[in-house]
């Protein structure tokens, strides 16, 4: 009877199902203690391409599912889910190109199942028997795909180490707009928990099912990667599509207005995707992923006339309006002045110091979450924007930044703790695995 058998490797669920995982992939699944067993039980397995173990779903309780597979990843101008989970992940020391390969054709096999709503592998959480550590976690059974998308991405330690390694054979390869962000003014980052070799980017309707996905992703990956550093957000804080209604984030303020949106292919291939243009030809259709975890003086801000808080950000706060008059959607008329000659929308204000118009019109897609992780003994709590930002290059980002952190009013109530540039390959066709194109260069 299933689940209540002695090990028996010839009696094991279908091999063939498992042809998927590679045998270190189904090994961080089963764990550490249950190597003896289940290894005997492996024999040979290959890995499988994406798409060839059609898997099916378990639970219906929010169906809704974006293909993983498509000309970019999703996750980018996939309309903005309400809950996120991002990790970064280190590669162990003294592994080689091979196994950075394997790691990502079992994650690319085990991203395009969970994105279906369906367990990370064919033995689920129930199907593997008594005697063995069960396949998936289990936490997400019922609660279906619930819009889950998983986005991958490359730090710049990939390619070349900090000290000069070339640990996977990357280092001729790395593209030139693959640059590093400057120390930006309100900077207090910790090295630590900031940047990495890997990033996985996990966003869901339910929050279960986001940090389901990164924590079978983790699993998969023991012994070949490690977690470096982790965040959890909640209530999305921008919108990537004209369906959307604009949310707040936790200064009260609508976020996401001027968003880039999945409606405007022309400025997304201008501003997100890397171009031929641009090339190299394995990283076109690609972008960037700028990770900034920011620290809001939340109780500070509270503290602040509501004129105040309208004057910092440039916009008023119930419709999100810009001052120089309007709706929403109207544009800003920075040289609108008011009876006194000032200035309707302050030259310091937010919304003056990163719009287009001052910044040589660049423009990024915004894709961030609130997130409060406790408080500080002080009773303040540690609350504010995981901010994420898509953009073709990692300097043009840091331009904006640059002009919003020299004079922008926003940047008092602010402080920067986390950091990270990741390179996001372009999506996969149904025979690929993310990143594939990049070692074949
Ligand atoms: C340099 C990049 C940016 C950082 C860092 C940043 C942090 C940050 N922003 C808000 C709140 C708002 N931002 C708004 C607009 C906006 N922000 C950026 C860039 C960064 N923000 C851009 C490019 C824009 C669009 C400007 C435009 O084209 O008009 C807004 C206004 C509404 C909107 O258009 O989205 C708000 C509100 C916070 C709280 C924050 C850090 C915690
Ligand atoms: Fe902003």
Same mark, same amino acid.
């Given at each position: 009877?299933?689940?209540?058998?002695?090990?028996?490797?010839?009696?094991?669920?279908?091999?063939?199902?498992?042809?998927?995982?590679?045998?270190?992939?189904?090994?961080?699944?089963?764990?550490?203690?249950?190597?003896?067993?289940?290894?005997?039980?492996?024999?040979?397995?290959? $890995?499988?391409?994406?798409?060839?173990?059609?898997?099916?779903?378990?639970?219906?309780?929010?169906?809704?599912?974006?293909?993983?597979? !498509?000309?970019?990843?999703?996750?980018?101008?996939?309309?903005?889910?309400?809950?996120?989970?991002?990790?970064?992940?280190?590669?162990?020391?003294?592994?080689?190109?091979?196994?950075?390969?394997?790691?990502?054709?079992?994650?690319?096999?085990?991203?395009?199942?969970?994105?279906?709503?369906?367990? $990370?592998?064919?033995?689920? #959480?129930?199907?593997?028997?008594?005697?063995?550590?069960?396949?998936?976690?289990?936490?997400?059974?019922?609660?279906?795909?619930?819009?889950?998308?998983?986005?991958?991405?490359?730090?710049?330690?990939?390619?070349?180490?900090?000290?000069?390694?070339?640990?996977?054979?990357?280092?001729?390869?790395?593209?030139?707009?693959?640059?590093?962000?400057? $120390?930006? $003014?309100?900077?207090?980052?910790?090295?630590?928990?900031?940047?990495?070799?890997?990033?996985?980017? #996990?966003?869901?309707? +339910?929050?279960?099912?986001?940090?389901?996905?990164?924590?079978?992703?983790?699993?998969?990956?023991?012994?070949?990667?490690?977690?470096?550093?982790?965040?959890?957000?909640?209530?999305?804080?921008?919108?990537?599509?004209?369906?959307?209604?604009?949310?707040?984030?936790?200064?009260?303020?609508?976020?996401?207005?001027?968003?880039?949106?999945?409606?405007?292919?022309?400025?997304?291939?201008?501003?997100?995707?890397?171009?031929?243009?641009?090339?190299?030809?394995?990283?076109?259709?690609?972008?960037?992923?700028?990770?900034?975890?920011?620290?809001?003086?939340?109780?500070?801000?509270?503290?602040?006339?509501?004129?105040?808080?309208?004057?910092?950000?440039?916009? +008023?706060?119930?419709?999100?309006?810009?001052?120089?008059?309007?709706?929403?959607?109207?544009?800003?008329?920075?040289?609108?002045?008011?009876?006194? !000659?000032?200035?309707?929308?302050?030259?310091?204000?937010?919304?003056?110091?990163?719009?287009?118009?001052?910044?040589?019109?660049?423009?990024?897609?915004?894709?961030?979450?609130?997130?409060?992780?406790?408080?500080?003994?002080?009773?303040?709590?540690?609350?504010?924007?995981?901010?994420?930002?898509?953009?073709?290059?990692?300097?043009?980002?840091?331009?904006?930044?640059?002009?919003?952190?020299?004079? +922008?009013?926003?940047?008092? /109530?602010?402080?920067?703790?986390?950091?990270?540039?990741?390179?996001?390959?372009?999506?996969?066709? #149904?025979?690929? /695995?993310?990143?594939?194109?990049?070692?074949?260069?």
């Amino acid at each position: 009877m299933k689940g209540s058998s002695e090990p028996d490797a010839s009696a094991e669920p279908g091999e063939s199902e498992r042809r998927g995982l590679s045998r270190r992939g189904l090994f961080g699944l089963l764990g550490g203690g249950a190597a003896g067993i289940a290894i005997g039980a492996l024999g040979t397995i290959g $890995v499988q391409q994406a798409t060839s173990t059609p898997p099916t779903a378990v639970g219906e309780s929010d169906g809704l599912t974006y293909d993983f597979g !498509g000309v970019h990843q999703a996750g980018i101008i996939t309309p903005a889910q309400d809950r996120m989970h991002f990790a970064a992940f280190d590669m162990r020391e003294g592994l080689q190109r091979a196994d950075l390969i394997e790691l990502l054709q079992d994650w690319t096999y085990a991203a395009s199942r969970l994105t279906l709503g369906a367990e $990370v592998a064919p033995g689920g #959480a129930f199907g593997g028997g008594a005697y063995y550590p069960p396949e998936d976690s289990g936490e997400a059974v019922g609660l279906g795909a619930s819009g889950l998308t998983i986005t991958f991405g490359f730090g710049k330690s990939l390619f070349i180490t900090a000290d000069g390694q070339d640990r996977f054979g990357l280092a001729s390869i790395l593209p030139d707009h693959f640059t590093e962000l400057p $120390v930006l $003014v309100n900077d207090f980052i910790d090295p630590a928990l900031s940047d990495g070799d890997l990033c996985i980017q #996990a966003c869901a309707n +339910d929050p279960q099912v986001a940090v389901h996905a990164i924590r079978n992703l983790t699993r998969i990956a023991m012994g070949r990667a490690r977690l470096r550093w982790s965040q959890l957000g909640f209530g999305r804080t921008s919108s990537t599509s004209t369906s959307q209604a604009t949310p707040r984030n936790l200064f009260g303020l609508k976020d996401g207005t001027n968003n880039l949106k999945a409606e405007q292919p022309g400025p997304l291939g201008e501003h997100v995707w890397i171009s031929d243009a641009q090339g190299p030809a394995w990283a076109v259709n690609g972008t960037y992923m700028v990770v900034r975890r920011i620290a809001m003086t939340i109780e500070v801000w509270d503290g602040l006339q509501l004129a105040e808080q309208e004057r910092v950000t440039g916009r +008023d706060k119930v419709e999100g309006a810009p001052l120089s008059g309007g709706t929403e959607f109207t544009a800003p008329d920075f040289a609108a002045k008011g009876s006194n !000659g000032a200035p309707l929308i302050d030259e310091r204000s937010h919304v003056f110091r990163v719009h287009p118009d001052q910044n040589g019109g660049i423009r990024m897609l915004r894709r961030g979450y609130n997130y409060v992780d406790g408080n500080d003994a002080q009773g303040r709590l540690d609350a504010g924007l995981f901010f994420i930002a898509f953009v073709n290059a990692p300097e043009r980002f840091a331009k904006v930044h640059k002009n919003m952190a020299r004079d +922008d009013l926003f940047v008092e /109530y602010l402080k920067t703790n986390r950091t990270g540039v990741f390179f996001v390959p372009p999506g996969v066709s #149904a025979d690929e /695995y993310v990143g594939q194109r990049m070692f074949e260069a």
